[in-house]
């Protein structure tokens, strides 16, 4: 059994004009749809938000796991068990 939507071709193509239309979408010149210059730029720039988000967050997480997991004086890691409650 198949899972998906089966959407009418002129229903897609009535939603595609309208995105044209709408300057959403650009027809290139090989008739490929693309996003406009200026939609692709915030686009990016949202993109590289996240992932300066992202790497934000990983570092404080890492900061926070290695002061759970201090060396020792000897120079070896403690290990113990954290329940899920404490992460």
């Known amino acids: 059994m198949a899972f998906g939507l089966q959407i009418p071709e002129y229903q897609v193509q009535v939603s595609l004009n ?3 239309a709408g ?3 650009k027809q290139s010149a090989d008739s490929n749809l693309v ?3 200026g939609t692709r730029a915030q686009l990016k720039q949202r993109i590289d ?5 992202e790497e934000s967050v990983k570092q404080v997480w890492l900061e926070n796991i290695s002061k759970r997991f201090a060396e020792n ?15």
């Open 35 to 37: 996003l406009p210059n």
């Open 49 to 53: 938000e996240a992932k300066t988000l």
């Open 73 to 87: 004086q000897y120079g070896s890691v403690h290990t113990r068990i954290i329940s899920a409650q404490q992460l």
């Open 23 to 25: 300057d959403r979408l």
């Open 18 to 20: 309208n995105l044209i």
